[in-house]
T-cell receptor
Framework: GAGVSQTPSNKVTEKGKYVELRCDPISGHTALYWYRQSLGQGPEFLIYFQGTGAADDSGLPNDRFFAVRPEGSVSTLKIQRTERGDSAVYLC?????????????FGEGSRLTVL | KNEVEQSPQNLTAQEGEFITINCSYSVGISALHWLQQHPGGGIVSLFMLSSGKKKHGRLIATINIQEKHSSLHITASHPRDSAVYICAAGGGSNYKLTFGKGTLLTVNP
């Protein structure tokens, strides 16, 4: 596809369950970013990938959160033992490079609701 | 305290009015982004700027690096401009953006 694709668009789960959220960036974009947006707030940085490696994971809130990008394209954000406070929209973005000169392209987001 | 502050939080205008949304930041930046988010929708990048002014259609973005302040202007506003406008500051060697909370703009016909 032409843009950043995120699946699922909506996910409802029960407290304690495991969740995976997928991001398919624009082809050729080496940089990929995950953000989390809670209701009424601006997005918050979670993790940044440059190629296959996590260049900066300082935004991950705790060790229940983990993200991978094994082949340098698709990325999966994994949340273990979900809690109600994890409910948010998880946004993925990609850019051609990780420098500050490239435009960011965002996906539509995955809305996670933990009951 | 958020390092990126936007004002106003909410803005209601009549169609045709000139709109200004302000953003102040306290972090050092190499790029300042203006983003648009429609209800239930994803985020669209409007501008990325590090100095001066950029214009795209009816939208104009300016930045004053010394004052750490940026503004987004919309001329001849239209109901389809109704959205949340988010300012985000990018600094350092990667894109660890710091986002403002957004400004909800409603343009009435």
């Amino acid at each position: 596809g032409a843009g950043v694709s995120q699946t699922p668009s909506n996910k409802v789960t029960e407290k304690g369950k495991y969740v995976e959220l997928r991001c398919d960036p624009i082809s050729g974009h080496t940089a990929l970013y995950w953000y989390r947006q809670s209701l009424g707030q601006g997005p918050e940085f979670l993790i940044y990938f440059q190629g296959t490696g996590a260049a900066d994971d300082s935004g991950l809130p705790n060790d229940r959160f983990f993200a991978v990008r094994p082949e340098g394209s698709v990325s999966t954000l994994k949340i273990q033992r979900t809690e109600r406070g994890d409910s948010a929209v998880y946004l993925c973005a990609s850019s051609q490079s990780g420098s500050n000169t490239g435009e960011l392209f965002f996906g539509e987001g995955s809305r996670l609701t933990v009951l | 305290k958020n390092e990126v502050e936007q004002s106003p939080q909410n803005l209601t205008a009549q169609e045709g009015e000139f709109i200004t949304i302000n953003c102040s930041y306290s972090v050092g930046i190499s790029a300042l982004h203006w983003l648009q988010q429609h209800p239930g929708g994803g985020i669209v990048s409007l501008f990325m700027l590090s100095s001066g002014k950029k214009k795209h259609g009816r939208l104009i973005a300016t930045i004053n690096i010394q004052e750490k302040h940026s503004s987004l202007h919309i001329t001849a506003s239209h109901p389809r401009d109704s959205a949340v406008y988010i300012c985000a500051a990018g600094g350092g060697s990667n894109y660890k953006l710091t986002f403002g909370k957004g400004t909800l703009l409603t343009v009435n016909p």
